[in-house]
Structure formats: structure tokens, C-alpha cells
């Protein structure tokens, strides 16, 4: 089964500077997608970025951005810019590209932005 | 445009009782998966529903079932409720389309809290 690791369970940036968060994953499967979602207090989940494992071309979404590295299975976060309203749960998540397949998240990791 | 939404939002049972919770999937999507969040964790999958099947399942007992009607919305029913179910249920969907059946980027609802005492 795959399983997907975020080995930093909290994380603080000052206001407008830049942080990574780091996510490591395991499968055997090579068509795949990987998406980054953020819960804010307010608990609903909203989906940050996706990169699907065939392009080889980083995603980007305005401030954020991952570092996709397929051979090592890792999938950065970086958040420039930071802002209070990125304080937030980030959690990393796989999912195959195969028929109903499910997500596998990581167990998270906590930001915390200062002022 | 509504997104997911659930129902209700937060619930009180003791044990043994059952429940039922309730979403309404994006509008456009046709496929409803449910997730199971502990505090502190990462959302565990407990199956996901497709054309009113249920089509992927999660290490979860035959207590939580579910079923999905004619206009996508979902229920999720969990029977003889334990301490341990005590979470937020996150209630996630997304499109299936084209001969491959894959699907896409999921939304998620804002969950519903479920305190079993």
C-alpha cells in the first residue's frame, strides 16, 4: 500500500518570508497524482496545488510551489511570501491515477506564521 | 456555485447508538468519498461511491456503511458506536469521467464533528 510521510509535525515562518514543507511517498506505480491540501482552523480542507507525476514541470500556484522529485519520491512545499492567513494544517496527499483509487495523506504538518 | 456541503455539523451520541451523516457533493461531480479524521491526524479513507456502488473501501468494519441516491448525495451510516469513533468526517467529491474511469481532483466539505460519549 502506499503510504505517504511528513516527517515535520510543526513548522513556524515570520510574516513574508519563505518555508518548506517536506513530504515523502512510497509507491510502485508510476502514474500518479500528488496534491498539497490546507486545513485551516476552521477545519475544511482546501486543495493549495497538484502535480500530476507525468510532467515533469513543477507546479505553481501564485505564492505556492513544489519541488517534484520523482526518483526520490519527494514533494515539496514552498510558501513564499508567507501570511498570517497561511497559518494552517498542510497536509500532503497521493492518489493514483488508476480506477476510484483513494487518497493517502500524510499526517500532517502545522504552520505557524509570526508577525 | 455550492460546494460539498454536510450535514449536520456537529453531533453528540453515546455509545452503541447509530448515526447518519449526510453530503451533498459539488455541484457537477458524481463521486462521494468519506474520510475519517482523528484530532491531530491525517484523514483516514473509508470508501468512496460511484453510479450508487460502492467502488473502493478503507480498513474500516462493516459498521460504517454507506449509499449514495440518484442525485449523488451520500449518506454515511456508522452502527453500535464506539469511543473511538469520536472524529470529524470529511466528506469529499470529485468527477469521473471518460472510457478509463478516472477521476479527478477532490473537494471537501467542512466535516461533520461526531463526539461519542
Known amino acids: 500500500a502506499q503510504t505517504v510521510t511528513q516527517s515535520q509535525p510543526e513548522m513556524s515562518v515570520q510574516e513574508a518570508e519563505t518555508v518548506t514543507l517536506s513530504c515523502t511517498y512510497d509507491t510502485s506505480e508510476s502514474d500518479y497524482y500528488l496534491f498539497w491540501y490546507k486545513q485551516p482552523p476552521s477545519r475544511q480542507m482546501i486543495l493549495v496545488i497538484r502535480?500530476?507525476?507525468?510532467?515533469?514541470q513543477n507546479a505553481t500556484e501564485n505564492r505556492f510551489s513544489v519541488n517534484f522529485q520523482k526518483a526520490a519520491k519527494s514533494f515539496s512545499l514552498k510558501i513564499s511570501d508567507s501570511q498570517l492567513g497561511d497559518a494552517a494544517m498542510y497536509f500532503c496527499?497521493?492518489?493514483?491515477?488508476?480506477?476510484?483509487?483513494?487518497?493517502?495523506f500524510g499526517s500532517g504538518t502545522k504552520l505557524n506564521v509570526k508577525p | 456555485d455550492a460546494g460539498v456541503t454536510q450535514s449536520p455539523t456537529h453531533l453528540i451520541k453515546t455509545r452503541g447508538q447509530q448515526v447518519t451523516l449526510r453530503c451533498s457533493p459539488k455541484s457537477g461531480h458524481d463521486t462521494v468519498s468519506w474520510y475519517q479524521q482523528a484530532l491531530g491526524q491525517g484523514p483516514q479513507f473509508i470508501f468512496q461511491y460511484y453510479e450508487e456502488e460502492e467502488r473502493q473501501r478503507g480498513n474500516f468494519p462493516d459498521r460504517f456503511s454507506g449509499h449514495q441516491f440518484p442525485n449523488y448525495s451520500s449518506e454515511l451510516n456508522v452502527n453500535a458506536l464506539l469511543l473511538g469513533d469520536s472524529a470529524l468526517y470529511l466528506c469529499?467529491?470529485?468527477?469521473?469521467?471518460?472510457?478509463?474511469?478516472?477521476?479527478?481532483?477532490?473537494?471537501f466539505g467542512p466535516g461533520t464533528r461526531l463526539t461519542v460519549l
Open positions: 469529499a467529491s470529485s468527477s469521473t469521467s471518460g472510457r478509463a474511469l478516472r477521476t479527478d481532483t477532490q473537494y
Open positions: 496527499a497521493y492518489r493514483s491515477a488508476n480506477n476510484f483509487n483513494k487518497f493517502y
Open positions: 502535480q500530476e507525476a507525468y510532467k515533469q
